[in-house]
């Protein structure tokens, strides 16, 4: 089990989402995070998830 940052940006740079949570795997961060953002109406909106070590798992402008 390892832990993910998921943020998410207005184009301003204004933090709408920065939220940690914990995921088995890569996979399994990607899906938490997607529907964490769907839930929130932040799909649209530029956003990444890292694992702990900085690497970029997911990313949307």
């Keep these: ?34 529907a964490m953002l769907a839930e929130k109406g932040l799909l649209d909106k530029t956003h990444r998830c890292t694992t702990q070590a900085g690497k970029l798992i ?3 402008r």
């Design 58 to 60: 997911l990313f949307h």
């Design 1 to 34: 089990m390892g832990a993910y940052q998921l943020t998410a940006f207005e184009r301003t740079g204004e933090k709408l989402l920065d939220e940690t949570f914990e995921a088995e795997n890569e996979n399994e961060a990607k899906r938490k995070g997607n």
